[in-house]
């Protein structure tokens, strides 16, 4: 408990990253409102979300910031580490950012704008890149990790024998599986994010940590 504590203190340069990890959890959410208008598949635990959420008739902002409570109770439980206010950004902003610019492409995108696939291509590159890029910046900024992350994080200290890499995969596959059985449309993007998404994200991490020296602690 008293780590979980520590992960709430102020930080050097507290104000700076929490307006950049705030700033960061808002594209994601952005991005994801394009990638979910695209229809060809998304992370996992947002194709869970908006199964759930579709078929509790809810918004994926109120179920998101429901479900991620639950979450975060149960890492606070059994031990998380490497929670803060990164981890309070992320459990509200992603989902009410995609809300809100889900809202905002329904009044002023044409209906059938996706209808050819070219089109929906061209929309898919620049999300997925952008969706990459702010989730790696998000972890960079070290305040804290979504519930969802912290969960792996967990099995995987009970896993000592098991790469991490492996457990999320296997993490990403069950919550993927467990979507599309309550009625989630899988596609080619969640199927390359089970695969590819954790390890992409924590080389470009360690990028941005090389190149860009944000914060000296």
Known sequence: MKEIIQGFYQKK??????ILVVIAVILMGFALSWLLLVDLG????????KS?????GMSIGN????????LLIFVILFGGRNLGFGTLANMFLVGYSIDF???????????????????????????????ILAAAFYMDIDMGTAPYDAVSFIISTHLPNVSF????????????ALAVLLGGKLGIVTVLMVVTLGPVIEW????????????DD
Do not use: E
């Open 13 to 18: 340069h507290f104000w700076t990253r929490l």
């Open 42 to 49: 998304t992370d996992p635990c947002t194709l869970l979300n």
């Open 52 to 56: 759930i959420s579709a078929h509790l």
């Open 63 to 70: 179920w998101q910031a429901i479900f991620n409570t639950i």
């Open 101 to 131: 610019f889900s809202w905002i492409w329904a009044k002023i995108l044409p209906p059938d704008l996706f209808t050819s696939m070219g089109v929906r291509i061209a929309v898919l590159i620049p999300a997925l890149i952008l969706f």
């Open 165 to 176: 890499r492996v457990v999320r995969v296997v993490y990403d596959f069950v919550v993927t």
């Open 204 to 215: 470009l991490g360690n990028i941005l940590k090389r190149h860009l020296n944000l914060f």
